[in-house]
């Protein structure tokens, strides 16, 4: 028998009975009602645990090896466009920025091994309003492009490596500019083995936000947040595999509560490999390393969503 049409019923009964017999039909519906509590209980739906959120993530800069400080210094600056952080050099490293965006070079004891056509890595795209302008400035300080420009539909890219071998690219884009300006970092590349792998990561593990599927495959942009935007190229066959003590680059991303991301990193499987005071370190599917740091809220504020 259905429970709540037994229980209709012994109400109608009870309706329709003599004061003096209620109390055998009271006692009747409170066995009903325990029954139909019953019944329901049992066909309850299980309550989903709530999703858990993202943590709250900015792009800060970068942190990038240095065999030698003073060369690396003179090539972000008088190539890429940087300019030092007052008071920010030490016997160790040094902090030169580019709009909002912040680079530290730290002394290393051997050069980077990464090969930029086929390994993971992160780098600066930088544009510039003259190649040939860079390439000279280039060759001045005895380096040289690691690829022949390359033309696309926003305009010629070229591949370079620092002193320390780590690579970057800057680009002239189309149309010329018709007034030269300084070197502007315009977004943080992300060279990985697995877009889909990536795209996990970065947007539901680290809380960033897709702009466009469609753009260029296999590039996809990350929505701005923090100093520079992230953009996912999908072409690395060999993980990142560099020590600590190679130079390499590392990507530096502030939380405004650095236990939260902590704990939201450990919920979702993201391996810690290492601590300090005041960061963590991890890594994202194809190797590269990413340092978390703890900032102050009110510095915060205007970068982190």
Same mark, same amino acid.
């Given at each position: 028998m259905? !429970?709540?049409?037994?229980? /209709? *019923?012994? +109400?109608?009964d009870?309706e329709?009975?003599?004061?003096k %017999?209620?109390?055998? &039909? ?12 019953q019944?329901?209980a049992v066909?309850?739906?299980p309550?989903p645990?709530?999703?858990?959120a993202?943590?709250?993530l ?12 003073d060369? !690396?210094?003179d090539?972000? /600056? *008088?190539? +890429? ?8 050099? %030490?016997p160790d490293q &040094?902090?030169?920025a580019s ?8 002394k290393?004891?051997r050069?980077?091994t990464?090969?930029?056509?086929q390994g993971a ?5 930088v ?5 040939a302008?860079?390439v ?5 300080r005895?380096?040289a ?10 305009g010629?890219?070229? %591949?370079?490596?620092d ?6 690219q800057?680009v002239?884009r189309?149309?010329r ?5 300084p070197?502007?970092?315009f977004?943080?590349g992300?060279r990985?083995?697995s877009?889909?792998a990536?795209?996990d ?22 929505k ?5 935007p992230?953009?996912l ?5 060999v993980?990142?595999q ?8 590392v990507l530096v991303?502030?939380a ?5 991301a902590l704990?939201?990193?450990g ?8 601590r ?8 994202d599917?194809s ?11 009110s510095?915060?504020a205007?970068?982190?969503?």
């Amino acid at each position: 028998m259905n !429970s709540q049409c037994g229980f /209709r *019923g012994i +109400l109608r009964d009870l309706e329709c009975t003599p004061i003096k %017999s209620q109390g055998k &039909v009271w006692r009747a519906a409170a066995l009903a009602l325990a029954f139909l509590a019953q019944g329901w209980a049992v066909r309850a739906e299980p309550v989903p645990a709530p999703v858990q959120a993202p943590p709250r993530l900015a792009v800060s800069g970068l942190e990038i090896g240095a065999l030698d400080l003073d060369r !690396s210094t003179d090539f972000y /600056r *008088g190539v +890429l466009g940087f300019q030092p952080v007052a008071g920010s050099r %030490s016997p160790d490293q &040094v902090r030169l920025a580019s709009g909002g965006l912040e680079i530290t070079l730290r002394k290393t004891a051997r050069l980077s091994t990464v090969d930029p056509d086929q390994g993971a890595h992160f780098y600066l795209n930088v544009e510039v309003s003259d190649l040939a302008t860079t390439v000279h400035e280039l060759e001045r300080r005895g380096l040289a492009l690691s690829a022949p420009p390359r033309e696309t539909a926003i305009g010629y890219f070229a %591949s370079l490596r620092d002193p320390a071998g780590n690579a970057h690219q800057v680009v002239e884009r189309k149309p010329r500019s018709p007034r030269p300006f300084p070197p502007r970092v315009f977004n943080l590349g992300i060279r990985m083995a697995s877009m889909a792998a990536a795209l996990d990561f970065y947007c539901r593990d680290l809380g960033f936000e897709v702009m466009w599927k469609d753009h260029a495959p296999p590039i996809i942009p990350l929505k701005p947040q923090g100093a520079a935007p992230l953009i996912l190229f999908e072409g690395a066959a060999v993980p990142a595999q560099e020590g600590a003590d190679a130079a390499r680059v590392v990507l530096v991303l502030d939380a405004v509560d650095l236990a939260s991301a902590l704990e939201s990193a450990g919920r979702r499987g993201l391996k810690i490999t290492g601590r300090g005071e005041g960061y963590a370190l991890l890594a994202d599917p194809s190797g590269n390393p990413i340092k978390l740091r703890q900032v102050p809220r009110s510095a915060a504020a205007d970068s982190i969503p």
